[in-house]
């Protein structure tokens, strides 16, 4: 007789906050008279989130597709560098780590690596480099909230990047633009206050993203002691 695993309380803390986060934005979507087109890809993201927090391959592909549906919620709310994000970056890389995981998979994750400290290094000053142009150029094309929107969305398309080569610092990555989000997001409820659904999202997501990290490395652990323990040869 086969016995269903038990859920750990990590996992009914998830689905718990997952639940009460999907009544709150129902709830603040209608108050504020929000289009449900606009909501419907923060429902889809509460499960994203929750898989995130496992570090599960398939929280890539589910990714994928919902970033179609945020690209038009960023071009309604003029975050033109976010939109652009989503859809040439965002869109074909979480579909090409998909693939890369799935064909590098442990359990439910991949095989996960650290980058050297001079790796970190380049991209630390490439960031930067890159940000002070989007800084000089989104204020051209009439981009609002350009310090936020443009640090988030180079933020992550860092992740992106980080998490398509299955580099274990994405997580840490991911912890800072959730920070950046959650501010973008109250920074906008001034003009749009119907966005709060978006940022109550902010929050769930940032908390999941807690648990990616220390997941994360965890997974890393395991896997590194687990090749130390493998005899040579097999």
Request: glycine letters at 6%.
């Amino acid at each position: 007789m086969n016995v269903k695993p038990k859920l750990s309380e990590k996992d009914m803390f998830i689905y718990a906050l997952m639940g009460c986060t999907g009544v709150l934005i129902t709830a603040t979507g209608i108050y504020f008279n929000q289009s449900f087109l606009r909501i419907l890809p923060l429902y889809n993201s509460l499960v994203i989130a929750s898989l995130q927090s496992r570090v599960n391959r398939y929280s890539n592909l589910l990714g994928s597709i919902n970033s179609l549906l945020y690209t038009a919620v960023y071009v309604y709310y003029n975050l033109y560098a976010s939109a652009l994000s989503a859809l040439l970056f965002s869109f074909p890389m979480q579909m090409i780590t998909f693939i890369r995981w799935n064909k590098n998979k442990w359990k439910q994750s991949t095989v996960l690596r650290k980058m050297s400290w001079k790796h970190r290094a380049i991209v630390t000053v490439g960031y930067f480099a890159v940000l002070g142009a989007m800084w000089a150029l989104l204020p051209l094309i009439g981009a609002e909230y350009v310090f936020l929107d443009s640090a988030t969305t180079l933020l992550g398309i860092l992740v992106l990047f980080l998490t398509m080569f299955a580099f274990v610092e994405y997580t840490f990555c991911m912890i800072i633009n959730g920070i950046l989000s959650i501010g973008l997001y109250i920074a906008m409820l001034g003009d749009s206050p119907e966005t709060v659904p978006f940022l109550i999202f902010s929050v769930y997501s940032f908390i999941c993203i807690v648990f990616a990290f220390f997941e994360a490395k965890r997974l890393y652990a395991n896997q590194h002691n687990e090749s130390k323990e493998k005899p040579v040869g097999v």
